[in-house]
């Protein structure tokens, strides 16, 4: 059974950089045959996805517009977990934060639990 | 504002059934035959309900259905059952790097 747990701050200053962990089990985050997402949802702003990362023989990583000068999606082979970091944050990046399994196509079949991310000074 | 529209509500009482409409474009929706459907009860995590605009992962039950014609989507309900009150987003593959979702279905079963 594939497993998701997210880690991470839930309290993050204006222009600081927000970081969130995604630790994964029952599946390998260098697998060539999945791909993993950051995923949010605020009030104001919907589910938004942020970012992916997969491996196909290289790592690849894609980003939504929106957050594309700020997002970075890493994996971590050593520790089978994936993270995202958003730079130069301001309130309105307050939202909950999701990490799921999937692709944009076929959808999302596992997510992690969340995380509240609030930006307040 | 959503990229794909969806009621803000909808109801039904137990064991009638409920269809929920997600209306995008020719660019999400209709170019594609990749439409999503997710439920999520309050302080969870979004669970992946119809993928592909029709097909019921494992576990799902047989009794939620989608179906597409044109730039609409439509998930369906069938034999409503308490558990089934939640919040039901679509989502639909928008070509490269883009995922659109809609602004989410309040289902209330009555």
């Known amino acids: 059974q594939v497993q998701l747990k997210q880690s991470g701050p839930g309290l993050v200053k204006p222009s600081q950089t927000l970081s969130l962990t995604c630790a994964i089990s029952g599946d390998s985050v260098s697998s060539d045959s999945t791909i993993w997402n950051w995923v949010r949802q605020s009030p104001s702003r919907g589910l938004e996805w942020l970012g992916r990362?997969?491996?196909?023989?290289?790592?690849?990583?894609d980003y939504a517009p929106s957050v594309r000068s700020r997002i970075t999606v890493n994996p971590d082979t050593s520790r089978n977990q994936f993270s995202l970091q958003l730079n130069s944050v301001t309130p309105e990046d307050t939202a909950i934060y999701y990490c799921?399994?999937?692709?944009?196509?076929?959808?999302?079949?596992?997510w992690g639990q969340g995380s509240l991310v609030t930006v307040s000074s | 504002q959503s990229a794909l529209t969806q009621p803000p509500s909808a109801s039904g009482s137990p064991g009638q059934s409920v269809t929920i409409s997600c209306t995008g474009t020719?660019?999400?929706?209709?170019?594609?035959?990749?439409v999503s459907w997710y439920q999520q009860h309050p302080g969870k995590a979004p669970k992946l309900m119809i993928s592909e605009v029709n097909k019921r992962p494992s576990g799902v039950p047989d009794r939620f259905s989608g179906s597409k014609s044109g730039n609409a989507a439509s998930l369906t309900v069938s034999g409503l059952q308490a558990e089934d009150e939640a919040d039901y987003y679509c989502?639909?593959?928008?070509?490269?790097?883009?995922?659109?979702f809609g602004g989410g279905t309040k289902l209330t079963v009555l």
């Open positions: 989502s639909s593959y928008a070509g490269g790097n883009n995922l659109v």
């Open positions: 990362t997969y491996y196909r023989s290289k790592w690849f990583y």
């Open positions: 020719s660019s999400d929706v209709g170019g594609y035959n990749y």
């Open positions: 799921a399994r999937g692709k944009m196509a076929t959808g999302f079949d596992y």
